[in-house]
Every structure is written in C-alpha cells, then in structure tokens.
C-alpha cells in the first residue's frame, strides 16, 4: 500500500527520525529535527508524531532548547487538541529546568483545555477533564477563574459529572467558595444517589478549608431524612470530626435524630463511632446505644458489632453510671451468643481489659489519639510539574495515577522475563543522552559521594514501621541555642533533599522533628532530632536501612551543615 | 498506534473487525469488551477500560467513543495519547459517514466491503496514514450501497447533519445524509453545500432571576458535494469581533471571545471584510469554532419565573411556572421541554396550563412540561400542585414562600431555528468556480442553536 500520508520530504523525515543510525549520529539527527521544525506541511496526524519524536531528543544547550520552542509555538495554537496537547507535553519537559517557561506554557493551553472540556465529544471532554485535574494538582489556582466552566448540566453522563465535581473541590478558593457551594449543594439531591454522595463528599472535602459554611450545608442535608444522603453525611462528620477537632461542637448538635435514616454499614459504624468518642456531650448517646444493643441480634454486619463495642465501652468511661448495665449486656451477648469469632474474641479482650483494672483500660481506650505536639505536615498537595510531565497526554492521567500503578504493576510482573533482551536490542527506545551528560551519570557513583535523591516521598506510617524495626546507627549532640524555627529548618532540610515527616510547633518543650531521605542507591536515613529545653544542644539519632559506614558519615555531615546553618541564624 | 479496531452495535453484535498488528487475541476481544462495558454500574461508560482478567490480551487498552448508538472502539498496548487517539476515532466516525451516507447500524452492515477498505487505506499497521478525503478518493473503488433513493423533499429521515439535537426536523432536506462520494456517475448531478452555523448555549441562572454563567459553544460546520478544489468565500457578519477590545462598525457589534479555524482556511479576507476563504474536501469538515462567554449581545431566549408555596402541615407544593420567550416576535423555539426535578415521594399532581398544545407529567422523580412550540414574544404559564406526604419539615405550620430541599434547578431543553445567541450569521456563499456547465450549485445556509444545559435555579 503507498504511503498515502504527507508529502515525500515528510516521509522521508519520518523515516530519517526513526532510524537508529541518523539517532546515533548527533549531527545528522539534529539537522533532521531542523528541518522537521520548520515544515508546516504536516497533517494533524503527523505532527503529533512528530511531536512525539522530539520528545527524545534532548538540546545541548540553551539556546537550541529555546529555539526550538520559538519554532514550535504555533503548534500550541493548533485547532487539534492531540497536536496542542502534544507540543504541551514537549514544552514542559523540555523546560525542564525552566518553571516559569512552564507556567507560561500552561497558562497558553488553558484556552484549548477549556474548551476541549466543553466540547460536544463526551469522551474527549472526560480526557480533557482528567488532565484539568493532574494540572490542578500542581497550580491550585490554575483554573480557579473559570470554576463556572466546571459546572454540572443534567443532560451530562456520569463519568464527567462526578470529574467535574472533583475538579470543582480542587479549584475552590476564597473568592468562588460561595458560589462553587451553592452548585454543590443543588447535587446533593440529585435522582442518581451515586451522584448526590459524591458531591457531599466533595463538600466534605472542602469542609476541612471553610468549615462553617460547609457544616451549615451538611446539617440541612440531614433535615431530608433520606437514607442515601444521611449516611454519607455522617461519613464526612466522622472524618471531619477526626481532623478538624473545632468542628466537634457542631457535629454534637446535629447527630441526634440520624439513627433513623441509616441502614447500611458504613453509616452506622459512623455513627456510633461518633457516639462513642464524642458521647460526652450529645445528651442522649448512650439511649441511641441502647438501641442497637437491644437489636445486636439482628445485626448482619459484624464490623458493626464490633464498632459497637469499642463505642460502648468508651461512653462508659465517660458516663458509667448510663452505662454499666448496657455494657454488661452486651458483652453477655458477645461472649455468650454471638458467633462471629473475631467479635467475640474482642468481647473476651475488652472484658478482661476491664478485669484488669478501669483506670489502665480507660487509658488505653481514651488516650489522645496521637501525641498532641507532633503534628503531621500537610500533605504536599503542590507537586512540582516535573513530576507528571512525563505522564501528560498520555492514559496515566485518564486512568488516574493509583489505578494505573496497579495496572503496569500487574502487566510488568508478566513481562520482565521475556521482553527484557527486547528492550536492550533496540537502544533507540530511551531517551537520547548527550555524551556529555552519560560522562557524568557515570562519575557520579564512582566518586562514592553521597547523593540524595530528590522528591524523596515516604509516608508517615512507612517511616513509623521502619524507624521502629531499625536500631540506632549514630548518635551525636549539636550544640543549638535559642527556639527553633521549624518552617526555616524545614526549608532548609528540603534544600539539601531531606524529606520532614513530622515536627513539633514552635515552642514546644521537648521539641523534636523526624526526617527521612533517600540516597541513590535506595539506602534510607531516617533521623530524629531532640531538642530538651535544659541543656542547649539538639541530640540527633540516625538511622539507617543498610549498614554503611562512608554513607553515613556523609550524611551526618551534610546534616551538621545544615543544623550549624540554621544555628548561627538564630544566634 | 493502534492494535485492534471495531466496531459495535448497541447491543454488542460485531459488525466490523480488523486487526491491524496482529499481537492480540482475536475477535473475542470485542465479546470481552463489550462483557467489560455492560459490567459498569454506569449507563453510560468510561472512555477507558483495560481487561483485568489473565489472559493472552491481559494488557490491552480500550478507548472508545459512542456515535449515533454505535461504539468505535480501539485497543493499544502503548500509553499512548488518549487526545490523538479520540480524535482519530472520531474523525473515523465522519469518514464512514460521508462514505456510506449516514452513520448507523444498517449502513455500516450494508456496506461492510467499503469499511473494510477504507479502514485498510487509513491506518497501516495500526499508524494513521491519512484521514483527508481527498487523498482517499483515489484508492477507494467500492460504491457505497443506499437503501432508497434520497428524494429533496422527503422530510422524514434524518436531518441536520451537524448538531445532535433532540430531534431534527428543522433542516429543510435530507440530502445531507447521502454518501459524498458514492456516485461518480451522476456526480454533476447534485451539486449541493450545507453550511451550518450551530451554537451551543450553557446557561445558569440564580434563584434570584440574576444570570451566573453564559457561554455559547459555536460552530460552522460545511458538508460540501462539490467536485473538490471548488473555491468558495464564506462571509460573516461584518461587524464580527474577536476579543474583549476589538471594535468594528458601529452599535453593539457581535464579540466572541476565541476562534480557531480549520486549517484549510485561508484568512486573507478575515481582517478586512470578514470573509473567510477556503478549498473545502469533499465531505464534511469544521471550518471555524467559537466561544463566547458571559457577555451575550441578546437577551436570554427563555426568562423563568416561579413561585413556589409550600404547605409544611399538610404536604401541599404547589408550583406555578410562568415562562417568557424573549426571542423576537418572527422566531420561534421548538422542542422545548422543561424538567425539574422534585423531592422525593410526591404522589399526585395535578396541573392548569395556559395551552392545549401542552403536555406535562411526572416521571423519574421530576416533573416535565412538553411545549411544543413557543413563539417570540409569547408568555405561556403552568400551575402544578402536588402531594408530598413524605417529607415531614420542621413544625413550622401553615404556608410558606421557601421550597423544600429537593426542588429544582429546573433546565430547559430546546431549539431555536434560524437564531444565533451570538449574533453571527452568514452573509453570503459565494462559489467562486462553477462546475462544467449545466446547473447552479444548490447552497443551504442554516442557522440553529439549541440548549446544552440551560439552568434556571429555584
């Protein structure tokens, strides 16, 4: 079959692009994408090709990686979402280095985003929609503006619904709150229930920025007395309730009466798990308990049973005198009768807990949950553009990133064995290294230097787990004067490719901190620092998941330098 | 690149199926498919699903779209550009529609030869070869096969080829729906040239009767039966303006606020005169796309204005609906059909309207109001009561101004031939090549814009 696409030259382009001999030969191949970059006479097809081809290459220096920009910036304009969403793709990462050419870039696509959002294709406005969402991700305030863009209509399928009423939770702000809550609330009582719970979570969501307006729409929502939505209602007031501790007051007030309109499992755990640790001050607690005490036998859930029992047991400590006979009845029950092994078997422990003694098991049950001085960072919602570059205008952001990890998980177990060789045979796979920048990868390591890798990510329970089943490696006293400054510290620690997990507040006496970072070769630092308030010198532990001595030490250097740093700006 | 692509019926027969790479499981991957799509709790599906079960094609990507009650799916192993790839199955979906007439089920399986080639000449090896018209009428031999011969006059069949309304009975002919270049016998025959200027309109309004969001989604959409290379002068509306500060001419001007042509336009003549100039393929092409938002030169077509009393004691809703059309007094607005949704458990209804032509009925928790037609001008009203025995407000007795949680948005849905929100219309189309001799090009110009979701809160 002829080749039917462009003209000869563009033919002949495509073929020199592809071909592993003019790759490796960096003139050749650089004066093909010349004259690649000033033809204009592509169909849409090919110039997302073509685009897709420069995404290899990478310029020597800064002024062919500019010009190469400038020649390619009508592509941005083009009527073809796939050719503007491609030249996007090859600007942010070819400006790699550049953020604000980055943001500029980003800035110039909104137009064509937009639109492609409400374009007459449903399913290339759901595409649009997924990567509205991953820019969100990295310039909150990206779309912000055009927030009424985002807006459901009835006639719309589900899919961009509930995209849209993610995006709408992820570009609210100050100024559109109002607006983007009224919108909102007018799901919450749509037909479909699926739609009306995923815009209550999302206000759920946005409760945890502006929480009195939120709280204001949710407490009507439970006047409807409709099962679907007061389930999620009291969903979005338990978690609520666990990470915007001032919000506790108002949630106290609006439980009473919800037991009659939930039915299902999720929603009633909620519910008496707010009974429970909240009891106190919602008056009639311990009577709703009563209630699914005296029903427990036809209870089919036994993650009910057992949230039950856990909220039983700690309204009695609460208000022993409403509950004893209660608690006494239920545990008869679970012990006695019930046949679920693992809510007996927590029958049996909290009854001997309470053998044990009421005080030790008060404090095992009601303790704080969490030490109040160490509070987790937020979590670092504004990833740098870097991060997701690669994945754009592709399906990563389609599938969602979680989903899509799950996915090439499963594909790459199949297929290391054999496509490995394959990959190696073809060298034009991967990215073009100029020869100068393979010189330096490869010093690096043999220099033995330590060298942390950036972007290092390791969630709080990850660090928790490995910092308890690892043994101190080093431990030595920094002389420190004065407080300490933690935003500063932070910065400075980030400076340096040191990742902070937890810190105390300002002031806090003892103060401590946990850090962790990565070094290239996957070997993991994690450190604790302990400022007591008598003794002026800040004590630090390390350690470390390979044992390396000339790592270690580097580390522990790199770590002086930066605490002596921040020392002397303080004194 | 593409491994796989096929075509399904709605309800999941295989009506096309080519391979392009052979790396792939074989036919039962669209059985698999459609086992996947069927699965989803949605109605409607989305854009991607990959097979999760073990299998040969366990690492196979769907992406599909849906075009009148078929889905064009393709399946790729590479993460690949979803954009490109949309794009492409829809551009696809035009293809087929200007080679067989009309995209559907009975033509695709009435001319399944000429899908396969014309599949066989677009894509090779699964990479995209070309998409033009032009370039593929060379290589295509096969004469697509009509059902019955198209009559100017027959007005039942489909019509307006560009907007997918409600339905479409307002174009004046059903000679868009024949095959571009079935005939090369009788091609002088029918010289004919759509041209359809079709907007979009998304409008939200607050309770308070004050306007929240306009934007019109505008198109200019030509299917051209014209021996190809036929240059032809498409004029706007001279006082046309793109931009916030653009002005031209004198009083309000028409303004949008970004356009993008089809890159076959030429824009010579656009600054000066507004014209635009083009060598349009033969077949169906898009030749410029507009916006505009929050600034509409027009009044609103509809205005709303309810009133809602509410007996909390007694569960009485009662609704009087009193809608005004805005347009001028010639136009008319078809179609229209007001839906507004209620709170749960009402049982009766019972309802006074101002005209027999009226329908209205309850139906999946909402009420729909059926008018036909609505002329300029013309103010038509509705009163509904209803029971709502289910829903115990707060002990606040007697009537009350306030509805109920549950009430509303309402939205309308309509057309409006002959009517720009924008303002645009067309001056003239002017042909400037006229085909050997015996017959004037026939040239249609029509004008239409219909609601995409048009709000009204209460």
Redesign the interface.
């Known amino acids: ?1 002829p ?4 003209e000869d030259v563009v033919k002949e382009l495509k073929k020199a692009l592809c071909n592993p001999h003019i790759q490796a030969d960096r003139l050749r191949y650089r004066s093909v994408i010349q004259r690649v970059i000033r033809m204009s006479k592509l ?3 090919g110039q ?2 073509v685009l ?1 081809f420069l995404l290899r290459y990478q310029p020597r220096s800064e002024e062919e990686l500019f010009d190469i920009l400038n020649l390619l910036d009508s592509f941005l ?10 030249a996007t793709k090859l600007f942010l990462i070819l400006a790699k280095k550049f953020p604000h050419v980055q943001t500029d870039v980003l800035m110039q696509v909104k ?1 064509p985003l937009l ?2 959002c ?7 406005c ?3 929609l997924c990567h509205v969402r991953q820019i969100l991700h990295s310039l909150p305030g990206h779309f912000s503006s055009h927030y ?2 985002f ?1 459901c ?7 961009i619904k509930l995209q849209k009423v993610e995006v709408l939770c992820e570009l609210v702000n100050d100024e559109n709150v109002q ?1 983007v809550l009224e919108e909102l609330r ?1 799901y919450c ?3 479909s229930a ?1 739609f009306a719970q995923a815009a209550i979570l999302a206000i759920g969501g946005i409760a945890r920025t502006y929480t009195d307006q939120c709280m204001q729409i949710l407490t ?2 439970l ?4 099962e679907h939505i007061t389930t999620v209602v009291v969903q979005t007031f338990r978690d609520l309730a666990w990470l915007c501790p001032q919000c506790t007051e108002a949630v106290c007030q609006a439980l009473p009466g919800c037991e009659e309109n939930i039915q299902d499992s999720e929603g009633k755990q909620a519910l008496i798990w707010l009974l429970g640790v909240h009891g106190k001050r919602i008056p009639n607690a311990p009577y709703v308990l009563e209630d699914f005490i005296e029903n427990v036998k036809s209870e089919t859930f036994p993650a009910v049973k057992m949230e039950l029992l856990t909220a039983v047991l700690r309204l009695f400590f609460s208000r022993p005198a409403e509950c004893q006979d209660m608690l006494g009845r239920l545990l008869h029950y679970c012990i006695e009768e019930e046949k679920d092994m693992a809510v007996r078997d927590r029958g049996l422990f909290y009854y001997r807990l309470l053998l044990a003694g009421i005080s030790e098991a008060k404090q095992i049950l009601c303790s704080p949950k969490s030490d109040p001085s160490l509070r987790l960072l937020e979590d670092q919602a504004e990833r740098p553009v870097n991060s997701w570059a690669l994945d754009f ?4 952001p ?2 969602g990133k979680a989903r899509w990890a799950t ?1 090439s998980k ?2 790459g177990v ?2 290391h064995g054999p496509e490995l060789p394959n990959t190696a045979a073809f060298p034009t796979s991967g990215p073009l290294i100029p020869e100068e920048n393979k010189e330096r990868v490869q010093e690096l390591p043999d220099s033995g230097a330590l060298m942390l890798i950036p972007n290092h990510q390791l969630t709080a329970e990850c660090f928790e787990k490995t910092w308890l089943s690892l043994k101190v490696a080093h431990q030595q006293v920094f002389p420190w004067q004065g407080a300490v400054h933690p935003d500063t510290l932070q910065m400075a620690l980030q400076v340096v490719n040191i990742q902070t997990i937890a810190m105390s507040r300002a002031g806090t006496q003892p103060w401590k901190a946990y850090l962790s970072a990565q070094d290239d070769t996957g070997c993991l630092f994690l450190t604790e620092l302990l400022l007591e308030p008598a003794n002026l010198q800040m004590q630090i532990s390390v350690k470390q998941s390979e044992a390396r001595t000339e790592t270690l030490k580097s580390f522990i250097s790199v770590l002086e330098t930066v605490i002596g740093t921040i020392g002397d700006i303080k004194s | 690149m593409i491994s796989q692509f096929f075509i399904l019926s709605s309800k999941g027969d295989l009506l096309i199926y080519k391979d392009f790479r052979g790396d792939s499981g074989g036919r039962d991957v669209a059985e698999l498919f459609y086992r996947k799509l069927t699965g989803l709790p949605d109605e409607s599906p989305v854009v991607m699903v990959t097979t999760g079960g073990r299998g040969h094609h366990d690492d196979r990507h769907f992406i599909h779209i849906r075009h009148s009650g078929l889905y064009l799916v393709a399946t790729t192993s590479e993460n690949i550009s979803p954009f490109s790839l949309l794009e492409l199955l829809s551009r696809l979906a035009t293809l087929l529609g200007d080679y067989c007439g009309s995209l559907g089920e009975a033509t695709i399986s009435r001319n399944v030869a000429l899908v396969y080639e014309l599949l066989d000449e677009v894509l090779d090896y699964g990479y995209v070869q070309t998409t033009s018209t032009e370039v593929l009428r060379n290589f295509i031999q096969t004469e697509a096969v009509v059902s019955k011969p198209f009559s100017l006059f027959d007005l039942s069949s489909v019509g307006l080829f560009g907007a997918e309304t409600q339905q479409s009975k307002v174009a004046p002919s059903s000679a868009a729906s024949r095959p571009v270049l079935s005939s090369r016998s009788d091609q002088s025959q029918k010289n004919e040239v759509f041209l359809d200027v079709v907007e979009r309109l998304s409008v939200l309004i607050a309770s308070n009767g004050s306007l929240l969001k306009v934007d019109v989604q505008g198109e200019i959409r030509l299917k051209s039966f014209l021996p190809s290379g036929s240059e032809m002068r498409i004029g706007l509306t001279e006082e046309f303006c793109v931009g916030k500060s653009e002005l031209r001419g004198y009083g309000p001007g028409i303004r949008v606020d970004e356009v993008s042509f089809h890159s076959s336009v030429y824009l010579d003549e656009f600054e000066s005169h507004r014209i635009l100039r083009l060598q349009p393929p033969q077949g169906e092409l898009t030749v410029m796309r507009y916006q505009l938002s929050d600034d509409l030169p027009s009044p609103l077509p509809f205005r709303l204005f309810p009133s809602v009393q509410w007996d909390r004691g007694s569960g009485r809703l009662q609704v009087y609906l009193k809608l005004r059309c805005d347009l001028p007094p010639k136009s008319q607005a078809l179609n229209v059909r007001l839906h507004l949704p209620l709170p749960r458990g009402v049982v009766s209804l019972s309802q006074e309207l101002s005209s027999p032509e009226q329908k209205a009925e309850l139906g999946e928790g909402a009420l729909r109001w059926d008018l036909p037609r609505v002329q300029g001008g013309s103010q038509l009203s509705g009163l509904f009561q209803m029971d709502v025995p289910g829903l115990p407000g707060p002990p606040g007795q007697g009537p009350s101004a306030s509805a109920p949680l549950g009430l509303g948005p309402a939205s309308l849905s309509f057309e409006l031939p002959r009517h720009t929100c924008s303002g645009l219309q067309v001056r003239f189309l002017r042909l400037a090549f006229r085909p050997c001799g015996n017959a004037n090009p026939h040239k249609w110009v029509r004008h239409l814009s219909h609601s995409d979701a048009y709000v009204i809160r209460i």
Do not use: I
């Open positions: 079959m080749y039917l696409g462009s169909d849409q097809w997302a090709e897709n304009k083009s009527s073809s979402p796939g050719v503007v969403m491609g137009g639109a492609a409400s374009s007459e294709s449903r399913e290339l759901f595409a649009a009424k863009k807006f209509s009835y006639s719309e399928p589900h899919y607006q007018g009582t749509d037909v699926d009507e929502l006047g409807l007395r409709q205008n592709t399906l990563v389609v599938y996915l499963c594909q199949e297929h």
